[in-house]
């Protein structure tokens, strides 16, 4: 279902960069600033995902936030933004695009069992984003938003909970 989910995005976001030029782009989509890099982050409310990290049409480096989520949860939010930007920074949304190129859904039975590794990489370095700038309540947020889903997986092929949550922890007392 995350899959799907992430499809949808993916095409709602192609759909609306046909339009020619930047200042366009944003007509169409509410973007925030993103305390935690560059990557332009934008804003919508039909969307499943609580946040995905993608390229445009362009191949330009982009952030997906669910309206919602930035609305009734700020911490968790804090979280899901420096979460997104690591899968940027770490090269993880470059490794795909590069290795996988423009194939469709099949994809996913390729990258399924590097997703585990990716995510609690891009945790570890969502909490020293969140760390550096004091933001406490966010590493906290997210530890507790995973420990939540306990032994089962966070999604498809992802680590569970309990990974998730002691992994967050972890890089939040290393220094």
């Not at 049409?57 to 804090?78: E, M, Q, W």
């Not at 891009?122 to 420990?147: F, T, Y």
Request: proline fraction near 5%; include cysteine.
């Amino acid at each position: 279902m995350r899959l799907f989910n992430l499809v949808l995005a993916t095409f709602a976001l192609a759909g609306l960069w046909m339009v020619d030029g930047e200042a366009q782009a944003g007509r169409f989509m509410p973007e925030i600033e993103n305390p935690y890099c560059t990557v332009k982050t934008y804003v919508l409310r039909n969307v499943a995902e609580l946040a995905s990290s993608m390229t445009d049409r362009r191949g330009r480096p982009v952030i997906v936030v669910n309206r919602r989520t930035l609305r009734d949860d700020p911490a968790y939010s804090k979280f899901l933004l420096a979460h997104e930007c690591c899968h940027h920074t770490l090269g993880h949304v470059t490794e795909f695009k590069k290795g996988l190129g423009n194939v469709g859904p099949q994809a996913f039975l390729y990258i399924a069992p590097q997703l585990k590794r990716l995510e609690l990489e891009a945790d570890c370095c969502a909490v020293k984003l969140m760390r550096e700038r004091g933001h406490a309540d966010g590493i906290e947020a997210g530890r507790e938003a995973m420990s939540m889903f306990g032994t089962k997986p966070t999604g498809a092929h992802y680590p569970t909970g309990v990974e998730r949550a002691e992994t967050i922890m972890g890089c939040a007392v290393a220094r």
